[in-house]
């Protein structure tokens, strides 16, 4: 019967031989993050985030909007107007477009048009995030792009509920344009606050 080392010590006393037991290490080395990595894996994640706004603003406003000009006798569709709209235009609008036209609509605000906000402003807010290192600045530039998204959604659901409404009033017109020209100027400062993002990131820090 194996003495215990214990028992070794007791009877060898300092020369006693005891068996060393070494446990394998917890973490393996060649699996820590570097920051390297971490920066890589971000630089793809915005990359694919950018291709998938731009694939998607193009499907939205360049392609399938002006693709349901077909069904309104010509007449654009109220998203693309960037300088809004007025109660003469959306009656015209209504009495060109069936039901079926307008349910075509309804449904592009539910894909194309909900997802392009949503992926924009999730790619601005991380490459704010990467490239602007003080807080107050980067949650001043965040609120652009969420304000976007939440303004497009917002202004899909005010444009269908005016489409589908069996009278419309100048209330519900004011708000559907309002907010169209505000997702358009928020857009628009939004890729402005990228590039200061970008411009900040690269700028060499003061050691």
Known sequence: MAKTPAQRIKKHGAKASVPQHHLPPVI??????TPEKAQNNSSLILIAGVVASLFLFW?????????????????????SLIGGFNQGFVDQLRSAMNEEARGQLNYLHKTAGTLFPLIFAFTWLLLIGTNVARKGLRWALWALPLLFAAVRLWGNAAIDSMMSASAVDAGQV??????TVAGWVLLVLSLLAGGAA??????????
């Not at 393996?28 to 993050?33: F, G, I, K």
């Not at 499907?59 to 998203?79: A, F, I, K, V």
């Not at 004011?174 to 907010?179: D, G, I, K, Q, R």
């Open 59 to 79: 499907y939205l406003h360049l392609l399938t909007l002006n693709q349901l000009t077909q069904l309104s006798g010509g007449l654009p569709m109220p998203d």
């Open 174 to 179: 004011a708000l559907a344009s309002a907010l």
């Open 198 to 207: 970008v411009f900040i990131g690269r700028k060499p820090r003061k050691q």
């Open 28 to 33: 393996n080395p060649t699996t820590q993050r």
